[in-house]
């Protein structure tokens, strides 16, 4: 299986002087960079015009979007349901103290402080395009690592099949949280195997900052084949289970949405038609790919499923 995914070491021009919660020295060895020649060059100021980053681009040559849509236009429903309302909302969100648990059917339960997931595990940059369910896109170069590299700590036992998500409940911090419409935490579940493939990342930032808050700070989930909703924000916990778990839009609309939500065009997938979909900043329609892109990737894992069925 070929993995031509980008998964490109950060240049230090790309650095932003700030990260949270790592000092810049830190968070440079963080993401693998520790020559002193290296070191050097990052700590020289700006040049203007020479350091001027070229627009990013995917694996496919679109070019990510900008910050600001990145930014404000976000489906974040423990904010609101309002896109371009979640950026002002959360704006006095506190990603810092947090931990992450990881617990369940694993060898080794442990519980993450943010920091030590930042310092720990590599961060790559991976830029991916995320695909809405209300058929809009965007490409966004996440800062993250691998899943896999977690789930690999905490040794998950045989009977483990599953991994389930769950975001912070905090109705303090999630205004929205207090609407009895909704069957908060929101939750989310992948097949270990899904878990476990390179694509997907645990995000903890995007265009080389720590993760804005309307993007699921401190810590999300980015699974790029699939519909964006499976990619939960602010994750408080990760459970190894033997059963599937139940999702939080299943919970809603069992019909609507599948457990495995792969973006498939197929127009008998879902209600709505997915064949097409919005790029965020461009005015035409494209035609939505087969697991949005990465169909080389991920077929595999559906071999002998019936995709449909399985939707
Ligand atoms: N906790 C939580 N995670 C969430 C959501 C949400 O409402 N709450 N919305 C999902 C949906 S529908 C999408 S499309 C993506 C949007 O991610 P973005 O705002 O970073 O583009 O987040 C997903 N993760
Ligand atoms: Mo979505």
């Not at 693998?32 to 001027?52: E, F, R």
């Not at 790559?124 to 490409?139: D, F, G, K, N």
């Not at 599937?244 to 997938?269: A, C, E, H, L």
């Amino acid at each position: 299986m070929t993995t031509s995914y980008r998964s490109v070491p950060v240049r230090p021009s790309e650095i932003t002087p700030h990260s949270l919660y790592l000092s810049r020295r830190e968070f440079l060895k963080a993401v693998g960079i520790t020559t002193a020649s290296t070191l050097l060059a990052a700590c020289a100021p700006k040049t203007v015009g020479l350091t001027a980053s070229p627009i990013k681009k995917d694996e496919f040559g679109d070019s990510a979007n900008s910050f600001e849509d990145i930014t404000h236009y976000n489906n974040y429903y423990e904010f609101s349901e309002n896109k371009k309302a979640v950026n002002q909302l959360s704006r006095d969100f506190k990603g810092h103290p947090w931990i992450v648990e990881v617990y369940g059917l694993v060898r080794h339960p442990k519980r993450y402080a943010i920091e030590d997931l930042i310092r720990n595990f590599p961060q790559q940059e991976r830029i991916y395009r995320l695909r809405c369910v209300e058929a809009w896109s965007m490409v966004i170069p996440w800062m993250g690592f691998p899943l896999a590299s977690l789930l690999k700590e905490v040794e998950p036992t045989s009977e483990a099949k599953f991994v389930r998500f769950e975001t912070l409940l905090d109705a303090d911090q999630f205004p929205h949280q207090g609407s009895h419409l909704y069957p908060w935490p929101y939750r989310e579940g992948l097949r270990l195997d899904e878990a476990m493939h390179d694509l997907t990342i645990l995000a903890t930032g995007l265009y080389g900052q720590s993760l804005p808050n309307a993007d699921g700070a401190p810590i999300r989930l980015v699974v790029p084949w699939k519909y964006g909703f499976k990619s939960i924000k602010a994750i408080v916990k990760i459970e190894l289970v033997a059963k599937q778990p139940g999702t939080f839009w299943r919970t809603i609309n069992r019909k609507q949405y599948g457990f495995y939500s792969n973006v498939n065009p197929d127009p008998t997938s879902s209600r709505w038609s997915q064949a097409y979909e919005r790029r965020i900043g461009e005015l035409s329609h494209r035609p939505t790919l087969p697991f949005n892109g990465y169909a080389e990737q991920v077929s595999d894992l559906y071999k002998g499923m019936d995709l449909i069925e399985n939707y």
